[in-house]
């Protein structure tokens, strides 16, 4: 096993000597960190200097599985359909995300969501939300069980199963920069989940979180720029995604859904959110947000054959969610 100093030396040496972790690398340093064969400083500046050039996808897959491996495998018995990761925070919108995955749900869709709350106190986080609309929260794969046989639709914090990982995004504190890792962070899909769904803050990383997938063996998933960074759509603008269907890459672009709109929201709660769930509040750029993200969730799962049918069928169930 080398010495960890030597996968530093890869990435950080001068310009005509460095050279991107290939994945078995970059799996094997993070083992050796989660293993305590090195130190955090060691990892933090792997992290930086990869970040400074930008991880590969290759990168990117070793660290998924190297996590991925430390994940308790009975998260994989909840048969999840759509995995569904939250680790943005929002604040110009309220959380619509959370609205599409719970019309998903009533729809017969099996839904984990799962984040962690203290990757930007700034932000409101996604978790704070769920209460007001039902969506409740385990902390073990036994209490996941128990209310996904009830709701379809449960979350998940992070410390609950990838603790290793909590303490490594709060780097971003120290260092003052995201690192690879809170890329890492959105694909670990804990339940093995067939389906998924990344939200991401820069145009371009979709294709990197792509990549990454189809290295570590994910047969459909979609990542694109997210409101705020979350998995969920602006329907203010198009939207370009990158995605793997059924083990094969491709990359595909939606028409703006909404024009003329602003971005901005006044009132960001969960409270709110449920008043526009039961019909006591009307919000244009809320209901367009939340039938664009369902339709993409739709034509991924095979469930409408094309844009057109995704989007109609996403608009049939918000428009008819109480009856």
């Given at each position: 096993?080398?010495?960890?100093?030597?996968?530093?030396?890869?990435?950080?040496?001068?310009?005509?000597?460095?050279?991107?972790?290939?994945?078995?690398?970059?799996?094997?340093?993070?083992?050796?960190?989660?293993?305590?064969?090195a130190e955090l400083l060691q990892l933090a500046v792997l992290l930086m200097l990869q970040r400074v050039r930008c991880e590969?996808?290759?990168?990117?897959?070793?660290?998924?599985?190297?996590?991925?491996?430390?994940?308790?495998?009975?998260?994989?018995?909840?048969?999840?359909?759509?995995?569904?990761?939250?680790?943005?925070?929002?604040?110009?919108?309220?959380?619509?995300?959370?609205?599409?995955a719970k019309l998903l749900a009533k729809n017969g869709v099996r839904i984990l969501l799962h984040g962690h709350a203290a990757v930007d106190a700034v932000k409101f986080q996604i978790e704070s939300a769920c209460?007001?609309?039902?969506?409740?929260?385990?902390?073990?794969?036994?209490?996941?069980?128990?209310?996904?046989?009830?709701?379809?639709?449960?979350?998940?914090?992070?410390?609950?199963?990838c603790e290793p990982l909590v303490d490594l995004l709060a780097l971003r504190k120290q260092v003052g920069l995201r690192t690879p890792l809170n890329t890492v962070a959105r694909a670990l899909n804990p339940a093995r989940a067939p389906f998924a769904i990344h939200g991401i803050f820069h145009q371009g990383y979709e294709k990197l979180h792509a990549e990454a997938a189809q290295r570590v063996g994910d047969l459909n998933m979609v990542a694109f720029k997210g409101e705020g960074g979350e998995s969920e759509r602006s329907p203010r603008?198009?939207?370009?995604?990158?995605?793997?269907?059924?083990?094969?890459?491709?990359?595909?672009?939606?028409?703006?859904?909404?024009?003329?709109?602003?971005?901005?929201?006044?009132?960001?709660?969960?409270?709110?959110?449920?008043?526009?769930w039961d019909g006591e509040v009307d919000n244009n750029y809320g209901a367009h947000a939340v039938v664009s993200t369902m339709a993409i969730v739709l034509k991924m799962m095979q469930v409408c054959p094309d844009q057109a049918a995704a989007l109609e069928q996403a608009?049939?169930?918000?428009?008819?969610?109480?009856?």
């Open positions: 096993m080398p010495a960890f100093t030597e996968f530093i030396k890869h990435v950080g040496r001068g310009e005509k000597g460095r050279r991107p972790l290939t994945q078995e690398e970059a799996r094997e340093a993070l083992t050796m960190y989660l293993d305590g064969k590969t996808g290759e990168e990117a897959a070793g660290y998924i599985q190297a996590l991925r491996e430390r994940i308790d495998p009975d998260w994989q018995e909840l048969a999840i359909d759509l995995d569904w990761p939250c680790f943005a925070g929002k604040r110009r919108q309220p959380p619509w995300l959370l609205l599409a209460p007001a609309l039902g969506i409740r929260q385990a902390a073990t794969p036994e209490e996941a069980k128990t209310i996904l046989a009830h709701d379809d639709i449960c979350y998940i914090p992070l410390s609950a199963y603008t198009a939207c370009r995604l990158a995605g793997v269907s059924r083990g094969e890459l491709y990359e595909e672009e939606w028409p703006t859904f909404l024009e003329g709109a602003s971005g901005k929201h006044g009132e960001i709660s969960g409270e709110y959110l449920r008043q526009v608009q049939q169930w918000w428009d008819t969610r109480h009856q």
